[in-house]
Each structure stands twice: as C-alpha cells, then as structure tokens.
C-alpha cells in the first residue's frame, strides 16, 4: 500500500465512478482500476465489487474509506500548516516584555505587526525580567524585552532603549512646583521603589548616597507600571521610565525629570543559536518603530 494508492481509492469513492475519479486525478481510467486492483492485494481484502461494469464499495471498503477520509482530514491540516510556515514563517510569534514596556511600546508594536500579518497568532506575557530572560533561554519564547539587570548567559543580547529616568509623583504633589527636581528634593519623602535587583534602583540609590539623601520607602513593588498607579492613587512618588508613565500623564499624574540624570537600559534578548524567523524579524523591527528607533 502506498499513499498514490490511498489517493485513487479515496478519488474513486468521492466521486463514485472510474471515469470521474480518472477525470479529477488527471489519469487513465485503466490507471485507475489497475491502483485499486494493487491496494486490494496489499490489503488483502477486496474494496469494491465488481458488478456489471461497475464499481460498488464492499462493507469493508466502507470501514476503510472512514479511516482514510480522517487520515486525509489530518493530510489537509498538514497542508494548511506548510502554507501557513511559507507564506508567514512558524505562524506564531511569542513575545516576552518588562512591565516598564507593556502598556507603550508593545502594544503599539503589536498592532502594527498584527495589521502586516493578519494570520499569525500572537502570544505575550509581561513579566519580571529574570522570568523573561527564563523564557527565552528555554526557547519557549521567540523574543523578550528585558532590563540590563539579567544574567545574559544563554540568550543572544542587545541594546534595545536607554531612557533617561524621571520622578512619577501625584498631580497635587507639592514638588508639581517645579520644572525639574534633584535628590534632594526627593529627601524623606514618600517613596515607592523598585525591586532591590532592579539597576534602576541601584544607579539611583547610588546617586542618594552620593547626596546623602534617604527618600522614605513607603512600598517596594518589581513593577515601573505599579510605581505610577500607586503614584497617580497618591500613596507617593518613584522613579520610572518616562514611557511607562504615558499612560497616566492622562489620568493627571505628574512627571518631572531628575537631575543628575539616571538611565535605565532594556535589552532584546532571542534564544541562541537560533536564527529568528521572517515574523519574528518583523515583530523585533516593529518593537524598534514603536520605540521610535529607527
């Protein structure tokens, strides 16, 4: 048995008769009836009997044909699947971020990919850095955005954004007042802080230590997109990636840039010797276009 033989069979009884099977195939009709005659004998059980010139599905020919219209139902699958990887690579893309870019930068990136490639579904998780890294490296995700802070052993890695950092703080606020602020106007006042690995917080408290200020940590949270929600709510004021802040400038929180300036730096991160894909290819250059690097 072979699948041209599986083909003829399964020609023939969709369609009922030699000639027609023989038309929709492109083939003899003898070509057709010699295909059958050979898979009965590799079977070893007739599929149709033989009747005044026609041909007639035995019981058994029946069974088969149930088997071969559900492996034929798979084949089909099969071919949708190789279009999908021609025409759109894999056909998924799974993207791991940073909370500090998952409400800005992805989504529009994802728009805009999702417009250029209506087919392909999209995967994506906002986690902590460390997690997207994991991801990555474990080849469960396609690409990541992720602060400098990582362990970069086991992912391909490189400069993504630097953005320079300011102070999220309640529009009410009293440091509203001014149009920049230094460390130590941040000196015990209320503070919401990012997670102690965060490098964001390190350059900063290196920068209070060097001015002897103690702003007074009132929460500790591993996400920028937590610091301006708690600021906008007015339990106090933090340090976040301007882009992260953009949402809630809306909302009427406050934003004022910090001198001396501190940087945050993400990173694009792929699995390792792995050439990314043509959509992965075009997801990375979306994320660029909607960071506004070109």
């Given amino acids: 048995m072979n699948l041209r033989q599986v083909e003829v069979f399964h020609a023939m009884m969709a369609n009922g008769t030699t000639s027609r099977a023989a038309e929709v195939l492109r083939i003899s009709q003898p070509a057709v009836s010699k295909a059958i005659q050979e898979l009965e004998r590799g079977i070893g059980f007739a599929l149709f009997e033989r009747t005044r010139g026609r041909m007639v599905p035995t019981a058994e020919g029946r069974h088969f044909f149930r088997e071969v219209e559900a492996s034929f139902a798979g084949l089909t699958q099969l071919r949708a699947a190789a279009a999908r990887i021609r025409d759109f690579g894999t056909g998924q893309i799974r993207l791991a971020c940073l909370s500090a870019l998952s409400t800005t930068v992805v989504p529009k990136a994802l728009r805009a990919f999702q417009i250029k490639n209506p087919n392909v579904s999209i995967t994506f998780q906002a986690r902590m850095s460390s997690v997207v890294k994991d991801l990555v490296a474990t080849g469960q995700f396609d690409v990541g955005l992720a602060a400098d802070e990582i362990d970069t ?6 400069l993504f954004m630097e953005q320079r950092l300011a102070v ?9 007042a001014k149009t920049k602020l230094t460390p130590r106007d941040l000196h015990q006042q209320d503070f919401i802080a990012l997670a102690p690995e965060d490098t964001a917080r390190q350059r900063a408290e290196a920068v209070f230590a060097k001015h002897g200020v103690e702003p007074r940590i009132v929460l500790e949270t ?3 997109t937590t610091v301006c929600a708690m600021a906008h709510a007015g339990i106090g004021i933090g340090i ?7 949402p809630y400038l809306a909302l009427g929180m406050a934003l004022r840039p910090l001198t001396p300036a501190i940087h945050s730096r993400t990173l694009l ?5 792995s050439p990314p894909s043509r ?3 075009d997801c990375i250059a979306e994320l660029y276009r909607a960071a506004g690097i070109r």
Avoid: Q
Wanted: proline fraction near 15%; aromatic fraction near 4%.
């Fill in 153 to 158: 052993t086991g992912v391909d890695a490189r």
């Fill in 168 to 176: 999220a703080m309640p529009g009410d606020h009293k440091l509203t």
């Fill in 222 to 224: 591993p996400y920028s």
């Fill in 240 to 246: 976040v990636n301007p882009m992260t802040a953009e």
């Fill in 269 to 273: 991160i792929t699995p390792p010797n």
């Fill in 279 to 281: 959509i992965v290819k």
